[in-house]
């Protein structure tokens, strides 16, 4: 009798460790999904704050039709890459898509922003001065949230990749997940600060 109980306790303990190893995958795997919702949360709004910034930018810049389209049409590119990425956060090819989708965004902004500085009342304007401050506050916060996002990422995979979690990473199907990175080319024009000038 007491060796069946002393079984009975070894498969409790066993089951309850099993147990709290894949809690804590799904956990982890749970903290970078939310961690992705704060990247969503900042990405729509910097969408949203765009149609405004050019909206203000044509009244002055007539002649800047083409960069005033870039823009809009990778503010669309980097939606649908935004889209990708919401169905799967951490799939290296959704991470890639969203990853270039914005640094063509970045591209364009910069441009429009560059552009704009040949245009005094534009720069004088009370609008287009709000609208590259909230945009500058939003690409901080986007910032923030990717490097949120990132740290999440990094502990999921350490926690499904140490041993013996990554047995049971591997039974029940965790798999990896990407970090969202900047484009080795962007990278540059990222890290520099942006110089707007009013």
Do not use: C
Not at 110 to 125: F, H, M, Q, S, T
Not at 149 to 161: L, T
Request: cysteine-free; proline content about 4%.
């Amino acid at each position: 009798m007491s060796s069946l109980l002393i079984f009975i306790v070894i498969v409790a303990v066993i089951a309850f460790w099993a147990m709290g190893i894949y809690n804590g995958l799904v956990t982890a795997r749970n903290a970078y999904k939310n961690a992705f919702a704060q990247i969503d949360v900042q990405l729509q709004r910097r969408f949203d704050l765009i149609p405004n910034l050019v909206e203000v930018a044509k009244k002055y810049m007539a002649h800047e039709r083409e960069t005033l389209e870039a823009v809009i049409a990778a503010r669309s590119a980097a939606q649908s890459g935004l889209a990708a990425a919401k169905a799967s956060p951490g799939d290296p090819e959704a991470m890639a898509q969203l990853a270039a989708a914005q640094g063509q965004l970045n591209a364009g902004l910069g441009r429009l922003l560059a552009v704009a500085e040949a245009y005094p009342d534009l720069k004088a304007n009370q609008n287009m001065m709000q609208l590259t401050e909230e945009l500058t506050s939003t690409e901080n916060k986007v910032a923030f949230s990717r490097q949120a996002f990132n740290d999440a990422v990094m502990a999921y995979n350490n926690k499904r990749e140490v041993f013996p979690n990554s047995v049971f990473a591997g039974m029940f199907g965790f798999q990896p997940a990407t970090l969202l990175e900047i484009p080795a080319d962007k990278q540059a024009q990222v890290r520099e600060a942006p110089k707007v000038q009013f």
